[in-house]
């Protein structure tokens, strides 16, 4: 009977893993977050596995070899294989691509989660000076100006506030260049 099951992938080997089993039209489920990077000074968001080595794929097991499976690159072997396989219930896998789902739609606005979530969202590199606007939280749609990146994640902004001008920190991804 077709079920899904847990894949233990070799390190850093889950994309290949997956490009292998879609060639075999075996189904697999990697789940993903996005996770934001600073690279050479620029902010990216890169999807990242959610279980890093980890995969689900859907089979059955007697239609379709274990040991085809086992030999596939990027694959290293499927979790509680022994005499009997353990499946993986689908409510369980279901409820893992809602919450993924939800997680994106989140963080990336509707017209980039139609594309799916992108291997790079590039972000332009803010410097002293450069007026910005609020997206989103208690500041939202107000200006400012960029003051200096304060990490990663966060950065320092000036803007005026009854007739005063006033620094606080904020997550960098709730602003934009104006």
């Not at 499927?78 to 409510?91: L, Q, V």
């Amino acid at each position: 009977m077709k079920a899904w099951y847990l894949l233990y992938c070799k390190p850093r080997g889950e994309a290949r893993a997956v490009h292998h089993l879609t060639l075999q039209n075996i189904e697999s489920y990697l789940p993903t977050i996005c996770e934001e990077k600073k690279v050479k000074g620029q902010i990216s968001i890169k999807r990242i596995p959610l279980f890093p080595s980890y995969l689900f794929i859907h089979f059955d097991p007697q239609v379709t070899s274990v040991a085809r499976i086992h030999s596939t690159r990027g694959v290293g072997r499927i979790i509680g294989c022994n005499e009997s396989m353990t499946p993986i219930d689908d409510t369980i896998i279901h409820s893992i691509r809602m919450r993924e789902h939800k997680l994106l739609s989140e963080l990336l606005p509707a017209s980039e989660l139609s594309k799916g979530c992108l291997e790079s969202l590039d972000t332009v590199e803010l410097s002293f000076g450069d007026p910005i606007m609020f997206t989103d939280g208690p500041f939202a749609k107000l200006e400012g100006i960029f003051d200096e990146a304060n990490g990663d994640k966060r950065c320092h902004v000036l803007f005026e506030i009854m007739g005063q001008k006033k620094r606080v920190s904020v997550p960098r991804n709730s602003i934009k260049p104006v």
